[in-house]
């Protein structure tokens, strides 16, 4: 969710390549009827939460059900720009103002609103933050979430510790990884006092074309989607931090982004059974404890053509009882523009709720959001009861991760967990076990400093995805020289111009190796112009696709291609270890790749790897 950029790929065959048998996905959807068993099963707590709730106003009730977003580094004392930001957008001044007027539920924290500088400074944050809410009212603790799936999606940067994202664990396809790297990444949440993580993704990308999803799905085969999800689910539980698989019912055959429109599911009633639905069945199995909506129609599940985030068939009929899910359910931002394009602001919250949604999330205009939710249950469109519903999941999951014992973190805590050495090493371990080979002609790698030892790095650079890393070419020369590798670096970005390709042409003169990093190359791009130029020198190239594998099927010329699925810093430093012979190349791809002249036509199918001999 939030600022993706939009991504250009090949025309995709997409069903016809999909390589699932029914056998895999009935095995990935076993457990829905338990769960549908435990559906609305008083808990041991809920009287004690049913007497918080009792004591609230109608305000504090309506404030409970929204995740908003606030700018600054501190909850009471940001910087002046910030200030001025909240004033704008939110009308107050400060985290705790928003707290204090609004009675939110949840708070959202985002690189862009400064809400995460380095660990101790998010800490002191989320202290603030639930100071303020300790302070007043009812006295309920915020629930502080962001989206820090890893990979290209990433809030909190170095010094935490960061991991390779879904399809790079989809190409490791280890689920004792997958499990362990939602453990790490939860426990480094949990001690800068986030408890909500919006991850892992449970859309199983079945669309090369995919603008929004690509490298954040596991893959596209459902089977192993669900089982990473499953095990990722597990991480994170074992780290004290709410996992939420999203975005249902599946935004994975999707060629529109729905940050800025509003994609339609084509899938019938019973594809969307195969292909969508098994990684959700397999997240409520495993006890998931959120599902975020799509901003998607999916005609097959609700003619009305509402997106799902607002429609009562899909989020109550098929979640809740087809599903048997009575956990908390939250909406994707409501600034995007798939939930605004058919209904005002001042409808969607409204109608969200009356859909089966118990958490709002970040609303473009938060007193426009919330008042309409007031007047809603004034008016008799919504009912206290029914807010008392959504009210209850969410107190459970405040309770259930111990905020109403104890919400705050320590120094001491962030100083043991964030970044230590044991996690930097586990990080390094998993990415080195997804990079993938997908070229290899002649044996040409492994590179060695002997046989190879001057190496120019050029290609993309795009920005690091928290803020933290990079940048790619500079990454990877320090990478190789650290391994005895003379190496220098040379940007070309994703569009290079003629210029700087005749630049890194001559370059490569009297190099022994060029090394590109590629970057969602299209038949246009000039990326393959450049690849072409440095491999007519008679100077041997690679090519690393630091984003989607896709890549290759658009160059020529290179004598390797590896894919690395992400362009932090953890996976490129891998990718050079593998390149260099210090690792060994053990991913599979999890998506097909096509011909980018025949899109029918499979190049390198699903668990196509080389490997080393």
Not at 158 to 183: K, Q, Y
Not at 303 to 318: C, F, H, N
Request: with cysteine; aromatic share 4%.
């Amino acid at each position: 969710m939030h600022h993706r950029a939009p991504v250009s790929t090949p025309t995709p065959s997409r069903r016809a390549l999909l390589t699932v048998t029914a056998a895999a996905v009935a095995a990935t959807a076993t457990g829905a009827g338990t769960a549908t068993a435990r559906t609305a099963r008083e808990r041991p707590d809920d009287r004690k939460l049913r007497r918080i709730i009792d004591r609230m106003s109608l305000a504090e009730k309506v404030g409970q059900l929204f995740v908003m977003r606030v700018y600054g580094h501190s909850a009471t004392a940001p910087d002046q720009a910030d200030v001025d930001a909240n004033l704008k957008e939110i009308g107050v001044r400060t985290a705790a103002e928003l707290v204090e007027r609004y009675h939110v539920g949840g708070i959202i924290y985002f690189t862009w609103a400064h809400n995460t500088r380095d660990p101790f400074q998010i800490a002191e944050l989320s202290n603030g933050i639930q100071r303020a809410a300790l302070a007043r009212g009812s006295r309920v603790p915020v629930l502080i979430s962001t989206d820090q799936e890893h990979g290209i999606v990433c809030r909190v940067g170095e010094p935490a510790t960061l991991l390779p994202g879904a399809m790079a664990l989809g190409a490791g396809g280890s689920r004792a990884d997958a499990r362990r790297a939602a453990r790490i990444a939860g426990a480094e949440l949990a001690a800068i006092g986030i408890r909500q993580n919006y991850a892992p993704v449970a859309d199983v990308n079945v669309n090369p074309a995919n603008p929004v999803i690509g490298v954040r799905s596991f893959g596209s085969d459902p089977a192993a989607v669900a089982g990473l999800v499953t095990a990722q689910v597990q991480g994170y539980r074992l780290a004290g931090v709410a996992a939420t698989s999203k975005h249902f019912p599946g935004h994975g055959d999707t060629a529109v982004d729905s940050h800025y429109g509003l994609p339609t599911i084509t899938h019938t009633r019973e594809e969307w059974e195969e292909l969508d639905a098994p990684p959700f069945r397999a997240a409520v199995a495993a006890g998931i404890d959120s599902i975020m909506t799509a901003h998607i129609v999916v005609p097959a599940l609700d003619p009305s053509e509402d997106p799902a985030t607002l429609s009562r068939p899909i989020l109550t009929g098929v979640l809740r009882e087809r599903l048997g899910y009575d956990g908390v359910v939250v909406t994707d931002a409501l600034g995007m523009e798939g939930v605004r394009t058919k209904y005002g602001d001042e409808r969607v919250p409204v109608l969200a709720l009356k859909a089966g949604v118990d958490q709002l999330l970040n609303p473009p205009k938060l007193d426009v959001a919330w008042n309409a939710v007031l007047r809603a249950v004034e008016n008799g469109e919504l009912t206290e009861r029914r807010l008392d519903e959504s009210i209850l999941r969410v107190l459970r999951l405040k309770a259930g991760l111990g905020l109403l014992r104890n919400p705050y973190v320590t120094r001491a805590g962030v100083a043991r967990v964030v970044g230590n050495a044991a996690h930097l090493a586990q990080a390094d371990r998993i990415a080195e076990a997804t990079t993938t080979l997908l070229v290899n002609e002649g044996g040409f790698l492994p590179l060695s400093p002997a046989r190879h030892g001057s190496v120019l790095v050029v290609g993309a650079d795009p920005a690091s995805p928290s803020g933290t890393t990079g940048p790619p070419t500079a990454t990877l020369a320090t990478a190789l020289r650290e391994l005895g590798f003379t190496a220098t670096a040379l940007p070309t970005g994703t569009a290079p111009t003629a210029a700087r390709i005749e630049e890194a042409v001559a370059a490569a003169a009297g190099k022994d190796v060029v090394l590109v990093g590629t970057y969602n190359v299209t038949g246009a791009s000039a990326q393959r112009t450049l690849v072409a130029r440095l491999a007519a020198t008679g100077v041997p190239v690679v090519t690393l696709a630091i984003r989607n594998p896709y890549d290759v099927a658009r160059l020529s010329g290179q004598r390797a291609t590896l894919a690395t699925y992400a362009w932090t810093d953890v996976e490129l430093r891998a990718a050079v270890r593998v390149l260099a012979g210090r690792a060994r190349p053990v991913g599979r791809l999890p998506v097909p790749v096509q011909s980018a002249d025949d899109p029918t036509r499979v190049l390198y199918p699903v668990g196509y790897g080389l490997s080393y001999r």
